[in-house]
């Protein structure tokens, strides 16, 4: 066994681990933002550079209330952007007074109380892609969107319905694109009518106009390709209808509230330009229940790529104004696709992530061997005290140990002493692992103590529900056979 001295592995001083990091006043605005890791004598210390953080702790550890609030002061004070998910709206109601007292834009997606929320249409960029050309980049969103649509009815004895369902929704999303010029028209709301043509129970005329829209594109095209199976069995009532069935279980969420398509049936916020004016997007979901939270993975992944497309654009490869994603609660809402790539290639298009999770067995469910990518990805391990071993495990190996006369070889930090980390009311300790620097228990403070604290939050403004406009498979198919005829065409 190779014996260590304590000065080989010991704990940073104080020193040490506040080399490099941006001292700050506490209430002062900053040129420079990140998430505070050292708070003492009314200055704060932050990591301004372009690394991820990621925070683990479980209820109860003051993970919001002594990083995420906090966090969103400083970022606030240098007028950088954010989308934060607000799973309880403590965020926002702490967040958003002072933010406004700076100027900033400020969205809120209510998925909780969705009268007082801004509008989204999810199909809105795809589409927009879309008809620009960039076909592909739409279907991928599509797919991506059907798939997290396909989670909550997702059953391993039915993975081939689940498949065709699948190409039935993106298939149908695309004769949307392909058809419909009015944007107002393109919403989830038009998918589940041109689904409705599609009745298995009368077969009557407008099924057939259905399938005759169906029979307008060319062979060689994506819809044909999505479409192709369904339209092969549309005579064989049985198995046509399982497909459906579970499409219909994919959408059911969606079919009797008006509410949540008012909300999704157009667009208040324009994603594209998240990169070029200071922003707070919040996300508010409730925590009690999971039905719409799919959906949170779906507005973050298409505010990422519009991001890295605007960085494209720019001779810098950058984003004007970074933006950082602070991601409450990361592993409890479901699987953002791609998300070990998103998070490798933000730090250079200046997109900083802030994750914060319970657990370390929470974010394996989600993302399984991706977990480790996420993981080793962030400059910044946060932990708080907790009681799952297998993290307590991991973040004393990593400590490493020391060798002492009478012990031997023991942990720096053993696990008994990682769960007595300090929760206090206004001041508590966490251990951080900064990348490069020795390991440092730090301490940090209530956000109630931050001067920004004491601005009055900005009020909701409700919204009426919208009368949601849909796209007419029978109107089109009218027009387009005038237009035939007008033409000469038969």
């Known amino acids: 066994m190779i014996k260590h001295s304590m000065e080989e592995n010991r704990f940073a001083t104080r020193e040490e681990f506040l080399h490099g990091l941006h001292k700050e006043k506490m209430g002062e605005l900053t040129s420079m933002s990140g998430v505070p890791l050292y708070n003492q004598n009314g200055e704060v210390y932050t ?4 690394s991820h953080t990621l925070i683990f702790g479980n209820t109860g ?7 995420c609030i906090p966090s969103v002061y400083s970022i606030g004070s240098s007028g950088e952007s954010m989308i934060i998910t607000d799973p309880k709206g403590e965020i926002y109601k702490n967040t958003s007074g002072f933010l406004a007292s700076q100027g900033y834009d400020i969205q809120v997606l209510n998925f909780r109380d969705t ?12 589409y927009n892609y879309y008809k620009n050309g960039a076909k592909d980049k739409a279907v991928e969103m599509i797919t991506d969107f059907a798939i997290q649509l396909k989670a909550p009815v997702h059953s391993d004895k039915d993975v081939y319905w689940e498949t065709q369902a699948v190409d039935m929704f993106v298939g149908l999303v695309l004769v949307l694109f392909e058809c419909e010029k009015d944007l107002d028209k393109v919403n989830l709301k038009s998918v589940q009518r041109l689904r409705m043509y599609m009745d298995v129970s009368g077969k009557g005329n407008e099924q057939e106009v259905f399938w005759d829209l169906y ?9 044909k390709y999505k479409l192709g199976t369904l339209y092969s069995l549309r005579n064989t009532e049985r198995t046509f209808a399982s497909i459906v069935s579970v499409f219909d279980g994919m959408m059911s969420m969606f079919l009797f509230n008006d509410r949540i398509m008012s909300m999704l049936s157009s667009s208040d916020i324009d994603i594209r330009e998240l990169g070029d004016k200071k922003t707070a997007v919040y996300i508010i979901i409730p925590d009690e229940k999971t039905t719409f939270h799919f959906l949170v993975s779906v507005f973050i992944k298409q505010c990422y790529e519009c991001l890295i497309s605007s960085a494209h654009k720019n001779q810098s490869g950058q984003i004007k104004i970074r933006m950082n994603f602070v991601l409450d609660e990361f592993s409890n809402f479901p699987k953002i696709s791609d998300m070990p790539a998103m998070i490798s290639a933000a730090r250079s298009r200046n997109i900083r992530f802030i994750l914060i999770v319970q657990s370390k067995q929470q974010l394996f469910s989600m993302y399984g061997a991706d977990a480790e990518t996420i993981k080793s ?14 993290l307590l495990e991991e973040i004393s190996n ?5 060798y002492t006369s009478d012990k ?15 929760i206090g009311w206004t001041d508590s300790q966490a251990l951080i692992l900064r990348t490069g620097v020795r390991p440092y228990i730090t301490n940090v403070k209530d956000f109630s103590v931050y001067p920004q604290s004491g601005y009055p939050f900005v009020r909701y403004r409700k919204k009426p529900i919208k009368e949601v406009e849909t796209f007419s498979a029978v109107k089109y198919m009218y027009d387009f056979v ?3 005829i007008k033409k000469g065409g038969r």
């Open 61 to 67: 550890t003051k993970k919001t209330r002594n990083f």
């Open 408 to 422: 031997g070889e023991i942990p720096l930090l053993n696990i008994t002493q990682l769960q007595s980390l300090k």
């Open 398 to 402: 990593l400590c490493g140990s020391v």
């Open 377 to 390: 990805n962030c400059r910044n391990w946060i932990f708080l005290a907790c009681r799952e071993i297998g």
């Open 482 to 484: 005038d237009a035939k």
């Open 215 to 223: 029979n307008t594109f060319p062979e060689n095209s994506i819809i």
């Open 115 to 126: 009268e007082y929320s801004i509008r989204w249409n999810p199909l809105e960029i795809p």
């Open 47 to 50: 990591d301004t550079a372009d």
